[in-house]
């Protein structure tokens, strides 16, 4: 009877060691999943410390960037005196980001990341010498903006690693829509430049125009990722932000520049109140 009983203990035991097993794994997966969700939560988190301080410095060179354009475009006759301040605007900021980077220690998260910062930081080291030769017009605005705008686009891509770094579906749909407006705010910027360049210079030729039209439809192009990501509070803060005179300053000026090819004529907007 004894033999009976520990044979069926035996297979008992044996029945229940998967599901024990299955138990274990399951709440081991769990263990480990929630410790991965708070390391991929604290990285998110230092990365969007980080984040602002980028886009501002994005934002700063986007003027620059601008400015310089017209400033080289219309052989210095315009943006002379705004350069300097710009250009200061630019070093601030870059301090601000230097340090918080140094806070941020890059060398602690993915690779990928820290090779974007190493490399951004690399390109804006050359922005002193490009300086110099937007001053002596030795750089074309093709030349020059896409200096620029190689650098802005190695900023962004920081941001754009954030997505890596978190697996929930929420977060990288977060930083998908900010992606996609920090995306359509750049190309908001190119157009800028050009903008700066055809008014500046009285014209739209050819390959300004092809440019700016381009810009603009691209714009919208990343506005219809943004409402797809985005929530609808988000979607409403930016209809509410982005609307008024000014806005609408933009759009009339933006139509006399598309309707250049008809018109042959810039309608008397200056290229630094455009900017």
Request: proline share 3%; net charge positive; glycine share 8%.
């Given at each position: 009877?004894?033999?009976?009983?520990?044979?069926?203990?035996?297979?008992?035991?044996?029945?229940?060691?998967?599901?024990?097993?299955?138990?274990?794994?399951?709440?081991?997966?769990?263990?480990?999943?929630?410790?991965?969700?708070?390391?991929?939560?604290?990285?998110?988190?230092?990365?969007?410390?980080?984040?602002?301080?980028?886009?501002?410095?994005?934002h700063e060179l986007q003027k620059e960037r601008g400015a310089s354009a017209g400033f080289v475009g219309s052989k210095g006759k315009k943006f002379q005196s705004k350069l300097p301040g710009l250009r200061a605007d630019t070093d601030t900021q870059q301090r601000r980001m230097h340090d918080k980077t140094v806070e941020f220690e890059p060398e602690s998260f993915d690779p990928i990341l820290a090779k974007s910062l190493a490399t951004a930081h690399e390109s804006l080291n050359r922005?002193?010498?490009i300086r110099n030769q937007i001053d002596g017009f030795q750089l074309s605005v093709p030349k020059l903006a896409a200096f620029y705008t190689k650098s802005?686009?190695?900023?962004?891509?920081?941001?754009?690693n954030a997505s890596t770094l978190s697996t929930n579906y929420k977060v990288n749909r977060g930083i998908t829509a900010y992606i996609a407006l920090l995306q359509a705010k750049e190309r908001a910027g190119l157009e800028r430049a050009m903008g700066s360049v055809g008014f500046g210079s009285g014209k739209f030729d050819n390959a300004v125009y092809v440019k700016f039209a381009r810009l603009v439809e691209a714009q919208r192009s990343f506005y219809s990722f943004i409402q797809t990501f985005a929530t609808p509070e988000e979607l409403q803060f930016y209809t509410d932000t982005v609307s008024g005179k000014a806005?609408?300053?933009?759009?009339?000026?933006?139509?006399?520049?598309?309707?250049?090819?008809?018109?042959?004529?810039?309608?008397?907007?200056?290229?630094t109140y455009w900017f």
């Amino acid at each position: 009877m004894k033999k009976i009983n520990i044979r069926f203990g035996v297979i008992i035991l044996g029945a229940m060691f998967p599901i024990v097993l299955l138990v274990l794994m399951h709440s081991y997966s769990m263990i480990v999943s929630k410790k991965q969700i708070v390391a991929e939560m604290s990285m998110v988190k230092k990365l969007a410390y980080l984040a602002p301080e980028i886009s501002g410095l994005v934002h700063e060179l986007q003027k620059e960037r601008g400015a310089s354009a017209g400033f080289v475009g219309s052989k210095g006759k315009k943006f002379q005196s705004k350069l300097p301040g710009l250009r200061a605007d630019t070093d601030t900021q870059q301090r601000r980001m230097h340090d918080k980077t140094v806070e941020f220690e890059p060398e602690s998260f993915d690779p990928i990341l820290a090779k974007s910062l190493a490399t951004a930081h690399e390109s804006l080291n050359r922005l002193g010498a490009i300086r110099n030769q937007i001053d002596g017009f030795q750089l074309s605005v093709p030349k020059l903006a896409a200096f620029y705008t190689k650098s802005i686009t190695q900023l962004l891509k920081i941001i754009e690693n954030a997505s890596t770094l978190s697996t929930n579906y929420k977060v990288n749909r977060g930083i998908t829509a900010y992606i996609a407006l920090l995306q359509a705010k750049e190309r908001a910027g190119l157009e800028r430049a050009m903008g700066s360049v055809g008014f500046g210079s009285g014209k739209f030729d050819n390959a300004v125009y092809v440019k700016f039209a381009r810009l603009v439809e691209a714009q919208r192009s990343f506005y219809s990722f943004i409402q797809t990501f985005a929530t609808p509070e988000e979607l409403q803060f930016y209809t509410d932000t982005v609307s008024g005179k000014a806005v609408e300053e933009v759009e009339r000026m933006r139509k006399i520049a598309m309707q250049y090819p008809e018109t042959g004529s810039t309608e008397g907007v200056d290229g630094t109140y455009w900017f």
